[in-house]
């Protein structure tokens, strides 16, 4: 069976800190990945994702970077946190992008908690 | 562009019925997802519909209108338990991919 993972679940960073979130998806290969933000009482925003190694798209100008440095690992990063950068992050995954048949359900990991203060 | 409308807040009684609206303005679109979030946690997959009409699942039904850019989510028998937030996703094509984009979510409270 497929598992993902993030960590860490919770951080409390200053201001102008740099962040690095990590995830890793287990028991599929090729995996689509997604990185989305989600504010107190709001939706979930998607900052990024990516099709393949290496391949990111960013859906929202910030100071927020991804990476893809193996198939099944994705990496959440800021070389300068700032406060409106604050809220939970959630990795997720789904099968094959190019299918018009299946559900692709997607599948979120536990979500990290960030507190910039 | 997307843009997915879904109320901010509902409140039903236990035993109730309550149905969830959302509509959607999308290109390219391939299927709608319902999501439960309960506060704190990730949210988990409740339905997904890409054709018209309705997929009943237990106590939660979804329906899809395509030409009408709309779908609703059904909970019958309320339970306490499902107090929490409900996502409505749609799916659809960019940059030759398809990519689920989020709805802002329907807070549920369900009193008794």
């Known amino acids: 069976s497929q598992t993902i993972h993030q960590w860490p679940a919770t951080l409390v960073q200053p201001v102008g800190s740099p962040l690095s979130l990590e995830c890793t998806v287990e028991?599929?290969?090729?995996?689509?990945l997604y990185w989305y933000r989600q504010a107190a009482g709001r939706g979930l925003q998607l900052l990024f994702y990516?099709?393949?190694?290496?391949?990111i798209s960013s859906e929202v100008p910030q100071n927020l970077s991804a990476s893809r440095p193996q198939d099944r690992q994705f990496i959440l990063s800021s070389k300068k946190l700032l406060l409106s950068d604050s809220g939970f992050y959630l990795c997720?995954?789904?099968?094959?992008?190019?299918?018009?048949?299946?559900?692709?359900?997607?599948?979120f990991g536990e979500g990290s908690w960030l507190t910039v203060v | 562009g997307q843009n997915i409308d879904q109320p901010t807040e509902m409140t039903a009684t236990e035993g109730a019925i309550v149905q969830i609206n959302c509509t959607y303005q999308?290109?390219?679109?391939?299927?709608l997802f319902w999501y439960q979030q309960h506060a704190g946690e990730a949210p988990t997959f409740l339905s997904y519909?890409?054709?018209?009409g309705l997929e009943e699942k237990g106590r939660f039904s979804s329906f899809l209108s395509r030409s009408k850019g709309y779908s609703y989510l059904l909970l019958k028998e309320l339970q306490m338990k499902d107090s929490a937030s409900y996502l409505c996703?749609?799916?659809?094509?960019?940059?030759?991919?398809?990519?689920?984009?989020f709805g802002r979510g329907t807070s549920l409270i369900v009193h008794p």
């Open positions: 997720a995954w789904n099968r094959d992008h190019k299918s018009r048949v299946s559900g692709n359900t997607i599948y």
């Open positions: 028991g599929t290969s090729n995996p689509n």
């Open positions: 990516s099709v393949g190694i290496g391949q």
């Open positions: 999308t290109s390219g679109f391939n299927g």
């Open positions: 519909n890409v054709l018209d």
């Open positions: 996703a749609v799916r659809d094509l960019r940059g030759g991919s398809y990519i689920p984009t």
